[in-house]
């Protein structure tokens, strides 16, 4: 999940996460009654020159993007059949400024950072019975998981188009939902290595019987 974190640092690294998590929300809300393309295309080129100023690396990331594209089109082409062209690119636009701006989220914010930020808005969940940690982590590798998932699709498409130019057929598709369970697998082994699936009182007690076997 490394892959997905831009590791040079940038001004929007500095930017802290809570702020960042807001104004996605924010955005997200404030585009939705917009129906001009032109003010979504407008939104779309900010967005854009955003990741330029990150750097060579930052707009390289776009492209990891391509994978999402047929699912945005199909779409724009059923919204542009029913209501018109401009409703179509309408609803293509604003779906893709929302991933761009998401991802620019992702790429410059820690598991840790995310976790942080999305904690203490779970919190009133303790009064249920649910762990704010466990779900702020849940919440964290949700959004960690998205561009990772992207970028393994793009590069198993491209290994598939070097081979061959007929169209890739289902049973990849089957072959990435099998590799993506295994990932989660493998995830959730670490969590459970790292005391993730017990308690908080127990790993406390965990953690106080590791420091007393390291004092004998």
């Known amino acids: 999940m490394i892959s997905s974190y831009l590791a040079r640092p940038t001004w929007l690294h500095r930017v802290p996460a809570g702020p960042k998590l807001a104004a996605v929300a924010v955005l997200s809300v404030l585009v939705l009654p917009i129906n001009d393309w032109r003010l979504l295309a407008s939104g779309l080129a900010a967005a854009v020159l955003v990741y330029g100023s990150l750097g060579r690396e930052a707009l390289q990331r776009i492209t990891t993007l391509r994978p999402l594209l047929p699912v945005i089109v199909v779409i724009g082409a059923i919204q542009g059949f029913a209501d018109g062209w401009q409703a179509g690119a309408v609803s293509m636009l604003r779906l893709v400024l929302m991933v761009l701006v998401a991802d620019l989220v ?69 072959l990435f939902v099998a590799e993506t369970l295994v990932m989660a697998d493998h995830v959730a082994e670490s969590l459970d290595a790292r005391g993730f699936s017990r308690r908080p009182s127990s790993r406390k007690a965990q953690m106080k019987a590791d420091l007393q076997q390291k004092d004998d």
Do not use: K
């Open 106 to 174: 992702t790429m410059t914010t820690t598991l840790r950072a995310m976790m942080a930020a999305i904690a203490p808005l779970l919190r009133p969940l303790r009064h249920l019975g649910l762990d704010p940690e466990r779900l702020s982590l849940a919440v964290a590798l949700v959004l960690r998981f998205v561009p990772v998932l992207l970028a393994q699709w793009q590069g198993r498409e491209e290994a598939w188009r070097a081979r061959t130019s007929r169209r890739m057929p289902l049973r990849l598709v089957a």
